[in-house]
């Protein structure tokens, strides 16, 4: 992600949630379930589609390494307008210097 939306190494939250198979339903076609995984990323507005399918085969090319199958990777963005993300202090993103470029 940091690679594909440019972003600098402070600028992430990151949340890990693991559930328990039976707590969990998932695509019931697919060979390993127990490693179906779902991306959720909050984002600013703005990433062009290039970017985005760039970060989507990066993602999917990190976990490959890790054994989990292209298949069974979901990435959801959910991107919001600058204005609607209070950051800093209960600033709004869009008066602040981010520090980065959010159009690429």
């Known amino acids: 992600m940091k690679t594909a939306f440019q972003l600098p190494e402070y600028d992430r939250n990151i949340r890990l949630v693991v559930h328990e198979g039976h707590r969990f339903q998932y695509m ?3 060979a390993q379930p127990e490693y179906f995984t779902l991306i959720s990323i909050d984002c600013f507005a703005g990433r ?3 970017t985005k399918r760039n970060l989507y085969q990066q993602m999917v090319k990190s976990l490959g390494e890790i054994g989990i199958p292209a298949d069974h990777i979901l990435i959801h963005l959910r991107e919001s307008a600058l204005e609607n ?3 800093r202090g209960g600033q709004a993103a869009c008066d602040v210097d981010l520090g980065f470029k959010v159009n690429v």
């Open 85 to 87: 993300w209070g950051i």
């Open 48 to 50: 062009s589609l290039e």
């Open 28 to 30: 019931s076609h697919l």
